[in-house]
């Protein structure tokens, strides 16, 4: 049986992204990688890191060769240099993500897992960019994706640490007025749905937090837990769906409390993810929900002070590419 392809985009070319993704020649998944880079950039930093990794120009429909990685050549509009931003090659890294999702749309590619980009050098190229999330929605026209990231911990025996996003990337201010009873119950049934579908969870548990101190104490601290979250998760358990809370944020990644879900529903980004991080930096990873397609990520950044040096830590993409396959083999059956 023929292993299904996963295309790997390599991310901002003076981070990390293209020394991590040469690493995948260590892994042995059940999936091929496809690297999308710039092949000169692949064979400048193998060289310079003494990594002995045999490349090899992708083409649809060839079988794989032993020890070799295939990459799908999209040449940098500069010579990039590890460490060194240059917005120039902002294009460079959309258009790695604008192939992959192609190949993905059609067949080609199984899914999509992405190194990191630095948003800001994209922003100076003239480019409004959020994040791998929002453009990837935007370029599917997908109304409402979730962001969720998950990891082992040293409880996984009861499962990994699943942290879903109600807000990503907005300013604190702004997460209030966010926080609708329409957005809610859209980002609780989308990641409802994928972990059925795509992590095979018959019924899944959800816990979902409130957004203000000890849950709003019961409208002292704020209203939005009496007001919109609590009558809908209400409503949702009348149709069946396993979903509690609102939870206290502060007590709700204990383990006792973590024992009873299956995945977390954190009202903004630091809420939910600074304990994921704590519990699983390095080898967590970034799911896309609700896309038409299968996108993981890693969960961290281009870090940009490590590039070039050999030191970064390729557990993050391993784990997003095994997750990618797992799905992919779960989505063929």
Known sequence: MSQPLIAVTSGEP????????LRLAELSAGARPVLLADRALLKQRAA???LHVTLRDYQPGEPPQTGALDVLHVPLIRPALAGRLDPANGPYVL??????????????????????????VINDAGVAFTGHTEYLA??????????????????????????ALATTHLPLKDVPAAITPSALEETLRIL?????????????????????PHAGEGGYL??????????????LRGEGMRVSGPHPADTMFTPPVLAGGDAVLAMYHDQGLTALKYATFGHGINVTLGLPIIRTSVD???????????????GSLFAAFTEAARMAARKAV
Do not use: Q, W
């Open 138 to 163: 935007e370029r599917t026209a997908t109304p409402r994706v979730v962001m969720m990231l998950a990891g082992e911990t040293e409880h996984s025996e009861r499962g990994p640490l699943r942290v």
């Open 300 to 314: 961290h950044g281009t870090a940009l002070e490590l590039a070039g040096s050999g030191r970064a830590d390729p």
């Open 95 to 120: 258009a790695l993500l604008d192939r992959a999702l192609a190949g993905c749309e059609t067949g080609e590619f199984a899914a999509m897992v992405t190194a990191p980009v630095h948003k800001g």
């Open 192 to 212: 409802h749905a994928d972990l059925r579908h795509k992590y095979g969870l018959a019924e899944p548990r959800i816990l979902v937090a409130g957004l203000n």
């Open 222 to 235: 704020g209203r939005e837990e009496i007001d919109i979250i609590a009558p809908l998760l209400e409503r």
């Open 48 to 50: 310079a890191l003494g």
């Open 14 to 21: 003076a981070g990390i992204g293209p020394e991590l993704c």
